[in-house]
């Protein structure tokens, strides 16, 4: 029973362009949001995370939106360099009854800017 | 500030044997999560210590244990090797289970390859 996915395994755009990697959800007791980006052989690397009481959070070239009736969220890249070439994953924090902050990931995306 | 680092980086056991994975949590934090990633999927929760006590577990069989250090190292643990369990094993420390301050920083990992 995957709680979190990504129905896109991989997209391509053009250097400069938006990218938007989409995440649909399934638990409406969800409250916190993560992406992570991960390259070959590294583990993932935090970019930005959004709370359940926003539908918006900006940090740099990244964007993430937030629609709760919906259950989907979605990271925007603008503009999208050759360097933000890798898989991106969606999770969310399942705390719990005892508040532990496991995180459930998405299968992941592979995003490839082309130069 | 040193992040979150994991010893050994790749590692090839026979089935039936044990391992242990090692991992020093970022400075300042206190809490350390285990996952396990297999080709192609997303990160899986396995189990996260706080304290130096367990605060929940995945669906892994009790063959995976854990242990976390006064100084908030960890160790993963896994009896009786399968085949299965050739993976990816990843560490992730948070400063603590405080909303938040919950967001998890990941290592770079164990490529664990069973035999």
């Known amino acids: 029973d995957q709680q979190v996915k990504q129905n896109s395994p991989s997209l391509s755009v053009q250097e400069g362009r938006i990218s938007i990697l989409n995440c649909d959800y399934t638990?409406?007791?969800?409250?916190?949001f993560l992406w992570y980006k991960k390259y070959p052989a590294e583990g993932p690397t935090f970019l930005i995370s959004i709370s359940s009481i926003k539908d918006k959070n900006e940090d740099g070239r990244f964007t993430v939106f937030l629609n709760k009736s919906a259950k989907h969220l979605s990271l925007h890249i603008v503009p999208s360099q050759p360097g933000d070439s890798a898989v991106y994953f969606c999770?969310?924090?399942?705390?719990?009854?005892?508040?532990?902050?496991?995180?459930?990931f998405g299968q992941g995306t592979t995003l490839q800017v082309k130069p | 500030e040193t992040g979150v680092t994991q010893s050994p980086t790749h590692l090839i056991k026979t089935r039936g044997q044990q391992v242990t994975l090692r991992c020093s949590s970022q400075?300042?934090?206190?809490?350390v999560s285990w996952y396990q990633q297999a080709l192609g999927q997303g990160p899986q929760f396995i189990f996260q210590y706080y304290r130096e006590e367990e605060n929940g577990r995945g669906n892994f069989p009790p063959r995976f244990s854990g242990l976390q250090f006064p100084n908030y190292s960890s160790e993963l643990n896994v009896n009786a090797l399968e085949l299965d369990d050739s993976a990816l094993y990843l560490c992730?420390?948070?400063?603590?289970?405080?909303?938040?301050?919950?967001?998890?920083?990941f290592g770079p990992g164990t490529r664990l390859l069973v035999l």
């Open positions: 400075s300042g934090h206190n809490t």
């Open positions: 999770a969310a924090i399942d705390r719990g009854a005892s508040n532990t902050g496991k995180l459930i």
């Open positions: 638990n409406s007791m969800f409250d916190y």
């Open positions: 992730a420390s948070s400063i603590s289970l405080d909303r938040a301050k919950e967001t998890q920083y």
